[in-house]
């Protein structure tokens, strides 16, 4: 078992709509998790992140965090074109140390 | 531009050379971390060092890489006798608090 696990998708939605991303972790230690957005032969750029149950907004985007079943999400109210990328998951156990990512998460937002 | 940057952006080796990159921190941030990236995958940890100190390295590391952070300030990764399979992404991060600020990657390609 992966320890950070996303459906690869690719995920389309259409242009305005609401896109939603899963992630799913192994280790019940997990402390903070963290959504990384990647352009195509970019690096990753942080979106947001989450510490406490429940749901965290920023602009479009809303993280959503259940530890009771090891659950991250994404939300993006709005999706525009320029959303499409990959967007990856990342969980850390220790208060400053590595980061655990999925594969990542194909969005195709089409207009 | 006060981010990460890293340099070579790309490197071409022989099977066999030696590599060194070279990651310099947003100045304020004393911790660093090396990821590696390959397609279609999430980036990979490899090192980490808060201030001069390497705090955690890998178990998939081989003793063929090297890192190093002197001055606690710019770090180099060295690959001793590469080998293709050493061919990807390889990523520099900084933090000072909660969040990991990657630079633009430096592209290995051994032949």
């Known amino acids: 078992q992966k320890e950070v696990e996303q459906n690869s998708g690719p995920l389309s939605v259409p242009e305005g709509a609401i896109a939603s991303l899963n992630c799913t972790y192994s280790?019940?230690?997990?402390?903070?998790f963290f959504w990384y957005r990647q352009y195509s032969g970019k690096s990753p750029e942080l979106i947001m992140f989450i510490y406490s149950n429940g749901d965290k907004e920023d602009g479009r985007f809303t993280a959503q965090l259940n530890k009771a079943s090891q659950y991250v999400s994404l939300l993006i109210r709005d999706s525009q074109p320029s959303d499409s990328a990959t967007y990856l998951c990342?969980?850390?156990?220790?208060?400053?140390?590595?980061?655990?990512f999925g594969q990542g998460t194909i969005l195709t937002v089409h207009p | 531009d006060t981010g990460v940057s890293q340099d070579p952006r790309h490197k071409i080796t022989k099977r066999g050379q030696n590599v060194t990159f070279r990651c310099d921190p947003i100045s304020e941030h004393n911790r660093l971390y090396w990821y590696r990236q390959t397609l279609g995958q999430g980036p990979e940890f490899l090192t980490y060092f808060q201030n001069e100190a390497q705090l955690e390295k890998s178990r998939l590391l081989s003793d063929r890489f090297s890192a190093e952070r002197p001055k606690g300030s710019f770090s180099t990764l060295e690959i001793q006798r590469t080998e293709q399979g050493d061919s990807a992404m390889y990523l520099c991060a900084s933090s000072l608090e909660v969040g990991q600020f990657f630079g633009p990657g430096t592209r290995l390609t051994v032949l």
């Open positions: 280790d019940r230690g997990s402390q903070s």
């Open positions: 990342a969980v850390r156990g220790t208060s400053y140390g590595k980061l655990t």
